[in-house]
Each structure stands twice: as C-alpha cells, then as structure tokens.
C-alpha cells in the first residue's frame, strides 16, 4: 500500500541552523507530495507541494524537491527561526483515485534562541 | 475568505456515548475529508466526501460514519464511544472533485478535540 516514512524526531537546532527533515515514500501510482506544517493548538497548514518529478515546491524558505529515482521529498531550509518551531507532516495522494492523504508520522521541531 | 471551521473545539463524553462533530468547508468547496489523530497512530483518513456522496473510506468500525449535506457542510458521528476514540478530529475541503485526474490541495480546519472518559 502507500505509505510516508519521516525521520524520527523530535529535532531542536539553534535559530539561524540549517535544517533537513527526511521523508520518503511507497506508492502504487504517481503521488502528488505534499508538507503540511501544524502549530500548537491548530490544524494542519500546507506549507509546499510538488506533483510531477523534479518539481521544487518552495514557500517561506522551505524547498522540497520530487525525488522519484530515490522516492523521496526531503524539506529544507537555509536558516530556521524560533517561529518555525511546530510539527511537520509529509504526505502524499494519487492523483488517480481518490484523493485521501496518507501522512507520514510527523516530526516535531523545535528551535531555540 | 473564511476558511474550514469545526464545532465544537472541544468535547468529553464518557465510553458508550455518541458524538456528533461538524464541518462547514471553505465556500465553494464541494470535496471534505475526515481524519483522525492521535499520538499513536498519527493522522489516519476516516473518510471523504463529495455531492452529498461518500466517496472514499479508511479502516475504521462501522461506529464512525458520516455524511454530507446539500451546502456541502458535513457531520461525523461516532457511536459507542470507546477510550480509544480520544483525538483531534480534522477536516479538510478541496475545491478539486475526488476521482478528477488533477492534483489536490486540501484545507484544514482547527479540529475538533475529543475526550472519551
């Protein structure tokens, strides 16, 4: 079946660190890939998203690019803040069925001062 | 624009009881989606649905049913609650129909948060 696998967390860096959050993924068909960002107290934000091969998804700083030869869609960004602290989400749906999300487990991040 | 909102935030009931939560989707979205997440199994899809019509079912009993109405607004319902039931409740609309071949992006509201005792 599909699936989303996620580095293990939880993760704290120091304000201004680079940051890299693993995800890679199973699926029976061509998966649009997504990152959801999800604060304290909230639902879930999208944050990117990339639906075809070497696509980059950006936004805030954050890039994930469509790895299909490594099946993969690593989140980064060049210098973290203290505002980006929250629990991230990769995920991913078949564009040719239904389109439920399958999420990846999560990785909490934290970033101090 | 408005965006997903879910009542009520908050709930407890006690084992054996049924619960009703509700969603109103981004105007002019026709798609919701239900998910559950707990610690433990994390964000798992409850189900989803389009025109009135369910479309698409995760593995969950028989307890956890749904439907939607006619403005599109939707209702998830829990019967005989078991402790295990404990979670937020999310739901996501889509302007994109299920089935339609192009590429989705969902919205999320807050969530309801569900306390079974």
């Known amino acids: 079946g599909d699936s989303v696998t996620q580095m293990e967390g939880p993760v704290t860096l120091s304000e201004e660190a680079f940051l890299t959050i693993n995800c890679t993924y199973t699926?029976?068909?061509?998966?649009?890939l997504f990152w959801y960002v999800q604060y304290p107290g909230e639902g879930l934000q999208l944050l990117l998203k990339?639906?075809?091969?070497?696509d980059k998804g950006s936004n805030k700083g954050f890039e994930a690019t469509y790895r299909k030869e490594t099946t993969s869609f690593h989140l980064e960004k060049g210098s973290v803040q203290v505002s980006d602290s929250a629990v991230y989400f990769c995920?991913?749906?078949?564009?040719?069925?239904?389109?439920?999300?399958?999420f990846g487990q999560g990785t909490r991040l934290t970033i101090n001062p | 624009k408005a965006g997903v909102t879910q009542t009520p935030r908050y709930l407890i009931k006690t084992r054996g009881q049924q619960v009703t939560l509700s969603c109103s989707p981004i105007?002019?979205?026709?798609?919701v989606s239900w998910y559950q997440q707990t610690p433990g199994q994390g964000l798992q899809f409850l189900f989803e649905?389009?025109?009135?019509?369910?479309?698409n079912k995760g593995n969950f009993p028989g307890r956890f049913s749904g439907r939607q109405f006619s403005n599109s607004r939707s209702e998830m319902n829990v019967s005989t609650l078991e402790l295990g039931d404990s979670a937020l409740y999310l739901c996501?609309?889509?302007?994109?129909?299920?089935?339609?071949?192009?590429?989705?992006?969902?919205?999320f509201g807050p969530g309801t948060r569900l306390t079974v005792l």
């Open positions: 996501a609309s889509s302007l994109v129909p299920p089935g339609s071949g192009k590429p989705n992006e969902q919205f």
């Open positions: 699926a029976t068909g061509y998966p649009s």
């Open positions: 990339a639906t075809k091969a070497d």
């Open positions: 995920a991913l749906t078949i564009i040719q069925g239904a389109q439920k999300l399958v």
């Open positions: 105007s002019g979205h026709r798609s």
């Open positions: 649905y389009f025109s009135e019509t369910q479309r």
